[in-house]
């Protein structure tokens, strides 16, 4: 059965320090997205992304984050200077839909813990 | 300030029995209505979804419920077995593909042998 995967799946980083998480979504899908869970608490969307471009963004993404397809496979989303708050497991989900094949269904991957020190 | 960890409402469940698990939400423009299971260090798995124009659907020993006029959701299970041990959330859409889901809190199933 098809998943999303992602790599690492825990990362420690310093303060201040740049992060590349990685994802690679289920690969007839056309719809990517971030979300993050701090510990205990429940799962917050971060961004989607489909047809290349960002397509809704909460107030969580800031200038700090960046999401990027950089070939046919990778969904990246990139941390620019982590602060301590950014502590949290990283999910990223794929789902498809096109005309009237539509589905909603949103794929989760494992997630990355990331922790910032 | 320093996050505080979320108060989990815990439903305990003899094995065997039925586990009805309930959500309520707050956009009424929401759509589409997914419940997850998330058991710990992995991420949330689908469950089973329903879409605001139905009030019922069924999958394998588990039924979604929607009840659009007091804005509620709620999730059975049948036969509750040990690996049904886990925090459910339900989430919400308003439409279709590509939107982001806004998640419930959770509820923790704990099942007793």
């Known amino acids: 059965e098809p998943e999303v995967t992602q790599t690492p799946s825990h990362q420690v980083t310093q303060m201040g320090q740049e992060v590349i998480l990685r994802c690679v979504p289920i690969?007839?899908?056309?719809?990517f997205y971030w979300y993050r869970q701090i510990l205990g608490q429940k799962v917050e969307f971060l961004v989607s992304?489909?047809?290349?471009?960002?397509?809704?963004k909460s107030e969580i993404f800031d200038d700090q984050f960046s999401v990027e397809r950089p070939d046919g496979s990778n969904f990246t989303l990139k941390i620019r200077s982590t602060k301590l708050e950014d502590s949290a497991m990283y999910f990223c989900a794929s789902s498809t839909g096109t005309g009237t094949q539509t589905t909603y269904e949103q794929y989760f991957g494992p997630g990355t813990r990331l922790t910032v020190t | 300030g320093e996050s505080v960890g979320l108060h989990l409402p815990t439903l305990s469940v003899q094995e065997g029995d039925n586990s009805i698990i309930n959500c309520a939400y707050s956009n009424s423009a929401s759509d589409y209505f997914i419940w997850y299971k998330q058991e710990s260090g992995k991420g949330p798995q689908f469950i089973i979804d329903?879409?605001?124009?139905?009030d019922k659907r069924q999958g394998q020993r588990v039924t979604v419920l929607l009840n659009k006029t007091v804005k509620h959701l709620s999730l059975q299970i049948a036969a509750t077995q040990p690996g049904d041990s886990a925090v459910y959330f339900c989430?919400?859409?308003?439409?279709?593909?590509?939107?982001?889901?806004?998640f419930g809190g959770g509820t923790r199933v704990l099942v007793k042998p």
């Open positions: 329903i879409r605001s124009n139905m």
């Open positions: 989430a919400e859409s308003p439409k279709a593909a590509g939107n982001k889901l806004t």
């Open positions: 992304f489909y047809n290349n471009e960002i397509s809704e």
């Open positions: 690969s007839n899908h056309l719809y």
